[in-house]
Each structure stands twice: as C-alpha cells, then as structure tokens.
C-alpha cells in the first residue's frame, strides 16, 4: 500500500507523514516567526511578574529587610513561564523551545538586573538564572511533548 502524498489525506492524529515530516497545513506560521513569538512570551514573563517592583520592605519591629519580590510573584511568574513552555512544546520542535526560552527569559532579567547592580555581580546571577531556566523549560517542555504524543495516539 503507497502512502498518501497530500498533507490533507493524512489523519490529524496521524504523528507523521512518510520521510519523518509531520504534514503541512495551508496557513501556518512558520517556524523562526513562532519562535520570534516564543522569546517575546518568555521575556514578558519576567517583565509582568518582576520588572516593575522595586521596593525593598523593612520589617520595623526587627529591622530586617525583604523584597523586593514577593512569593506570590514568584509563583505567577512561573507558572506563565511553566504555561508558555508548555502550550510552545506541543507547537515547536523541543529544540528550538529550550533554544528560545532561557536566553529570552534570562535576558530579560539581565536588563533589569545590569541597570541596580554597580559591582557587576548580575553577571553571575543571569548565568544562574540561565542554567536555572533551562533546566526547567527542559523538564517543562519534554514533559508537554511527551503528553501531547500520548493524547495523538489512537485508542488500540
């Protein structure tokens, strides 16, 4: 039995067409213009949930300083960040969502950070950051693709 050659003979479950390639569909965005989308999430993550605070809270009864991000900003931020990865995974090859979120997210983070640090430390934290985010877009990423997969799979 021959393969269909046409993109639109193949089922929408179908995982890919023959040579590997998975089929076209008429529209789509490619590729680079996705991942151009992809680092703007990612960078937007940091500056929605951390760009903006500055204040550094001074308990008066101890003197003790926090801040100047909150938990819950933490949290927000990687969530959007655990989402944007997520949704990117299932829509682009793993290797160009680990490419894109990490320098994306970091570089965020370094504009804002190089701008209060005068002793050029921020250097070595966007290096954690960086090592920090792609671990976990590595993680986020393999597991939302590997989901995907399973949810495309006929039953039997």
Do not use: K, N
Request: glycine share 8%; with cysteine; charged share 10%.
């Amino acid at each position: 039995m021959a393969w269909p050659r046409s993109p639109v003979l193949v089922a929408p479950w179908f995982p890919r067409c023959p040579g590997g390639r998975r089929p076209g569909r008429v529209g789509a965005v490619p590729t680079p213009t996705r991942a151009a989308a992809l680092a703007l999430l990612a960078a937007a993550c940091w500056w929605a949930w951390f760009a903006w605070d500055r204040t550094v809270t001074v308990d008066p009864a101890t003197g003790t300083t926090s801040g100047p991000y909150s938990a819950w900003q933490v949290v927000g931020c990687a969530v959007c960040l655990i989402a944007v990865t997520a949704v990117a995974a299932t829509r682009l090859p793993l290797r160009v969502v680990v490419a894109v979120v990490p320098p994306a997210f970091t570089a965020a983070w370094s504009l804002t950070a190089a701008g209060a640090d005068p002793s050029g430390l921020w250097a070595v934290g966007a290096v954690l950051v960086l090592l920090g985010t792609l671990a976990g877009t590595a993680l986020v990423a393999a597991t939302a693709a590997r989901v995907a997969r399973t949810a495309r799979r006929p039953a039997g």
